[in-house]
C-alpha cells in the first residue's frame, strides 16, 4: 500500500549475531577470506562485557578484565598486529582477603603462610598428608570435589564462600565440572607447587597483557579491522527471529528486514536461541531453556577523589560479610597518560539475580555498599564524588547439578540447525576468558570452506574448547 515502507531484504554469505569477542573476531576472520559479512548487535556499541567506557574521564571495562599470557600465539600475534605497542604487558598485583588477612594474589608462600592460623595449617597439612592414601569414591558436586581434593579447611575457607557469592548456590549444588573449569590448582599440593615455582616462561599466573586504552580497545580494534575487510557491522539491531525452513536460514530483526545468510554464525544465548528459532523447538528442548540459568551482575563505579586509591589492581573478597566478590582500579592495569591524576574509579562487582535486592537498590545504596566494604576491609577511606552503576543479566553461566541433561538437549538441537553455528560463552554456555572467545571465533572461521561447511573440522574444534580452563 501507498506509504507503508517496504520491509529490507538483505543476503550475506555469513550473518554473525552478537558483538562481543567472539562475534567480532568471527565477523573479521571470515571477512578476510572475501566473503559477505553483516554483524547484527543490539547495544548501540560493540564489545558485550568486553567493551569500555568513559566514567569522569576514566577508562573503565565492566567488571575486571585481562588477557592472559594463555592466549595461543597465533591469536596473540594478531592482537599485537592490531593494537601495536597499546597491548602493554603488566605485572599482576592483586590482593585475596582470606581468614581476615591480606595475602597477594596470585598467591605467595610466605603471605599464605602467615595468613593462615596455626590450627588451620594444621587441618590442610594433614589432609595433604593423608589423602593420596585414601580412596574415596567420585564426587557428585563442585563442594564434594574440592573437599576431597583441597580438604575441608581451604574449602570452607575460600571455595564455598565464594561460590555462593559467584552463583548463589552452595558448593554442594554445584555440577562437579565447574571445578574441572574454574579450579587449576585443586590439590594442596598443586597449591603449594604454585606458591613455590619460578616464573613461568609465560608468565602465567604473574604478568597479564591489557590495552593503554582500557580493555575495550580489543574489541574496538577487532571492529574496525573487520570494517576495514567488508565486513558490515549494524549496531542497535535486535534480532527478532530466526526462520530455518530452506535451505538458507533468514534472520529477521525487530525494524522488519530479513538477512539471507548463507551461514549463520551466533552468540546469542542458547536459551533465548531457542526460543527465537522458527519453527520452535519440541516442547522438551523449551523444556530445556528454563533449566539453565545465568547469574546476573550490578557493577558500581564509585568516583574517588584525590588520585589513585590503592597501588593494586584488584582486592578478592570471598568473605560473605558483603555481597562484594571484587574491587578493581581500573587505572592500575595500564600506564596511560590520558588517565587522570586526581581522581580514580573504583569498580565493584556484586553478583545477584535479575530483579532481586540487589538489582534493584538505588545508585546511593549500592555506593555505601561499597564505602562501607572497603571500611570493614581495612582498605583506604573512598572519597565518592560520583556513581555510576550498570546492569548485566548474563554473567556466569550456573552449573547447578542436573543441569548438563538439558544443556545436552539445547546443544543436540542446536546442532542440527541447518545453517546455524552456535558459539562463544553464550552461545556454548561455556565459562571463558577472551582468549578463548577468540580461539572458537578463528575455528569458526576456518571451519567455512569452498565446499560448505567443515563438520569433522568444527567437532574437533568443539573438543577443545570442552578442555577451557578459566583462568583468574
Not at 573503565?60 to 597465533?74: C, I, K, N, Q, W
Not at 598428608?129 to 581451604?154: D, K
Not at 573478597?317 to 600506564?335: G, H, I
Not at 556513581?387 to 550456573?398: G, M, N
Request: charged share 20%; aromatic share 8%.
Amino acid at each position: 500500500m501507498y506509504g507503508l515502507p517496504v520491509p529490507a531484504h538483505r543476503s550475506a554469505d555469513v550473518v554473525v549475531l552478537g558483538g562481543g569477542p567472539a562475534g567480532l573476531a568471527a565477523a573479521w576472520q571470515v571477512a578476510r577470506t572475501g566473503r559477505s559479512v553483516i554483524l547484527l548487535e543490539r547495544a548501540a556499541t560493540v564489545g558485550g562485557m568486553a567493551a569500555s567506557f568513559d566514567v569522569a574521564g576514566v577508562r573503565v571495562d565492566y567488571g575486571s578484565h585481562r588477557l592472559h599470557p594463555a592466549t595461543e600465539p597465533d591469536l596473540l600475534a594478531d592482537l599485537r598486529g592490531l593494537l601495536g605497542d597499546d597491548l602493554q604487558a603488566r605485572p599482576r598485583r592483586g590482593r585475596l582477603s582470606i581468614y581476615g588477612r591480606w595475602v597477594g594474589f596470585p598467591l605467595r608462600a610466605g603471605e599464605l603462610l602467615r595468613a593462615v592460623p596455626p590450627t588451620s595449617a594444621g587441618r590442610i597439612m594433614r589432609h595433604a598428608g593423608w589423602s593420596p592414601f585414601s580412596a574415596p569414591g567420585p564426587p557428585s558436586s563442585y563442594g564434594g570435589a574440592l573437599r576431597q581434593s583441597l580438604g575441608p579447611e581451604l574449602y570452607d575457607a575460600l571455595y564455598e564462600p565464594f561460590a555462593r557469592k559467584l552463583w548463589g548456590i552452595s558448593g554442594d549444588d554445584i555440577d562437579v565440572e565447574q571445578a574441572r573449569r574454574r579450579v587449576t590448582a585443586d590439590t594442596p599440593w598443586k597449591v603449594a607447587a604454585r606458591l613455590l615455582r619460578k616464573r613461568g616462561a609465560n608468565g602465567q599466573g604473574q604478568v597479564f597483557h591489557y590495552p593503554r586504552r582500557g580493555f575495550g580497545q580489543i574489541v574496538e580494534a577487532l571492529a574496525d579491522a573487520a570494517t576495514a575487510e567488508g565486513a558490515e557491522i549494524a549496531t542497535s539491531t535486535e534480532v527478532a527471529s530466526i526462520v530455518t525452513r530452506g535451505a538458507r536460514p533468514l534472520v529477521l530483526d525487530s525494524a522488519g528486514t530479513t538477512y539471507d545468510a548463507g551461514r549463520v554464525l551466533t552468540t546469542v544465548p542458547l536459551p533465548v536461541l531457542a526460543r527465537m528459532t522458527r519453527p520452535l523447538p519440541s516442547p522438551s528442548v523449551l523444556d530445556a531453556t528454563t533449566s539453565l540459568k545465568f547469574r546476573a551482575m550490578v557493577l558500581v563505579y564509585v568516583v574517588h577523589a584525590g588520585g589513585r586509591w590503592t597501588e593494586y589492581d584488584a582486592h578478592y573478597l570471598p568473605d560473605l560479610d558483603t555481597p562484594v566478590t571484587r574491587l578493581s582500579e581500573p587505572a592500575n592495569y595500564r600506564v596511560s597518560g590520558d588517565d587522570p591524576t586526581d581522581r580514580t574509579v573504583v569498580c565493584a562487582e556484586i553478583p545477584c539475580e535479575v530483579g532481586d535486592r540487589t538489582w534493584q537498590s538505588s545508585d546511593d545504596d549500592l555506593a555505601q555498599v561499597v564505602v562501607d566494604t572497603a571500611a570493614r576491609h581495612g582498605l583506604p577511606a573512598l572519597h565518592v564524588v560520583g556513581t555510576v552503576v550498570r546492569r548485566l543479566s548474563h554473567v556466569y553461566p550456573v552449573y547447578r547439578v542436573g543441569y548438563a541433561g538439558p544443556l545436552a538437549a539445547l546443544d543436540t538441537w542446536a546442532d542440527a540447525l541447518p545453517g546455524i553455528t552456535t558459539f562463544g560463552r553464550l552461545g556454548l554456555f561455556a565459562h571463558d576468558n577472551t582468549h578463548h572467545a577468540l580461539a572458537m571465533a578463528r575455528d569458526a572461521a576456518a571451519s567455512l570452506t569452498d565446499q560448505g561447511w567443515d563438520e569433522r573440522a568444527w567437532s574437533a574444534a568443539r573438543e577443545r574448547f570442552a578442555l577451557h580452563v578459566v583462568e583468574d
